[in-house]
């Protein structure tokens, strides 16, 4: 159940925003299709996939289990405007009527975050406040009380964001910290990759649970370990599952969840052989690899070796290897980030490997380097690391 929130003339009852890195939005589009209706890139916003279904529980499944999503938002309201300064008190109006209120109550706190896209005569700050303007004046005439602000940690966070001459108002169910942040990193390695990105790049692998996975550069690890989860169905919200926002408030049953999690967890398979290899030249990385592993739960089913990748013992093992480069921005020194990348294409040549699937900047570069050594570059996915473009990479022997 989810509180005030009708159906619509088309029967669907829930409408939410997944927000996502940019280039993943067809990704995390075709992991949604055939549990309701999907739109990626709605309203022309870049990062965020519509998902409509026709239950709490559908969703709720998605929110503890989808790997390529970072935050969601149920969707409340949405309002065409002029693009004028007027606007605000539409935006106040929409706020001070709408649902909102009716998941307040006096020990609620709430906060109010608007993220702006286009050219507006207003800022994203107003837009804010003009939204928290509305939500305490309809609070306070229509339940009698006056809801506490609180901006730092709110028990309900109100979605406020506005899209060229489109108005989008809903309540965060995740948080102010992404999904993409599983809860099992307690070593943090200086160029970590974000648990969707490495999702995206196993998808793109292709690589099965049959399959033996090899990261020769796994830094901090997070490649074998989201494969392992992958592979025995443990969900990304695993270790996080009492901290979504949404448990603060009546949004959703909190028994529907309690199931759901129930029903998830007992379908993962702690005792199934999973086979992952990570290797890296570095101790430290290695290290703190093993403890992510170790706090993922994970640690039995990856085998780790202190090795260059020109000398890991694994490319004698490896079905396919997904890993995340080193390359010119993060090593401040291109000749170095070109020369790992020539080591990795040679030593995958070389290697017992089908495929090889990674991140990297200058896709012109990596199909240079792999025409060199008579490798295909089969696919190339522009998309983010951060406010980084790179592209995610198929490469493959003929």
């Not at 990626?40 to 916003?45: A, I, K």
């Not at 239950?55 to 949405?78: G, I, M, Q």
């Not at 995958?348 to 490798?375: M, N, Q, T, W, Y």
Request: hydrophobic share 40%.
């Amino acid at each position: 159940m989810v509180c005030g929130y009708q159906q619509d003339e088309r029967g669907h009852s829930l409408k939410f925003v997944f927000t996502t890195e940019r280039g993943l939005e067809d990704i995390l589009a075709d992991s949604l299709r055939g549990k309701g209706e999907v739109t990626p890139f709605p309203f022309s916003f870049q990062g965020r996939v519509l998902f409509e279904c026709s239950s709490a529980k559908e969703l709720l499944e998605e929110l503890y289990s989808n790997p390529f999503y970072h935050k969601c938002a149920l969707l409340l309201d949405v309002v065409e405007f002029s693009v004028e300064r007027s606007a605000l008190d539409l935006f106040y109006w929409v706020a001070r009527k709408g649902p909102v209120v009716d998941f307040l109550i006096p020990s609620v706190s709430f906060g109010v975050r608007s993220v702006r896209k286009g050219k507006h005569p207003f800022s994203s700050q107003e837009v804010a406040s003009y939204v928290g303007a509305g939500v305490i004046d309809g609070a306070r005439i229509r339940k009698g009380f006056c809801p506490r602000v609180n901006l730092s940690d709110p028990d309900l966070l109100v979605i406020a964001d506005v899209v060229n001459n489109v108005f989008l108002l809903g309540v965060e169910l995740v948080g102010l910290e992404g999904m993409h942040r599983r809860g099992w990193r307690v070593y943090s390695h200086r160029a970590g990759l974000k648990g969707t990105l490495a999702n995206a790049l196993i998808a793109i692998s292709g690589v099965s649970s049959e399959d033996v996975l090899w990261d020769p550069m796994c830094g901090g690890g997070t490649i074998p370990i989201e494969f392992v989860h992958r592979c025995i169905g443990v969900p990304p919200g695993y270790l996080r599952k009492n901290d979504y926002l949404f448990l603060r408030t009546s949004v959703f049953d909190r028994e529907l969840w309690e199931e759901v999690v129930a029903e998830v967890d007992f379908s993962v398979a702690w005792q199934a052989e999973v086979k992952a290899l990570a290797s890296d030249r570095s101790v430290k990385a290695l290290e703190g690899a093993k403890k992510n592993a170790s706090r993922a739960m994970v640690e039995d089913k990856i085998r780790f070796e202190l090795a260059d990748v020109k000398e890991s013992s694994f490319a004698k093992e490896a079905d396919v290897v997904v890993t995340n480069p080193p390359y010119g921005l993060r090593l401040a020194n291109p000749y170095k980030a070109e020369r790992s990348l020539e080591v990795l294409m040679r030593t995958f040549a070389g290697s017992k490997a089908r495929r090889l699937s990674l991140i990297h900047p200058e896709p012109a570069k990596v199909k240079e380097i792999a025409d060199k050594h008579g490798l295909n570059l089969d696919k190339d996915l522009p998309a983010y690391n951060g406010n980084l473009e790179v592209s995610l990479i198929l490469v493959s022997k003929s």
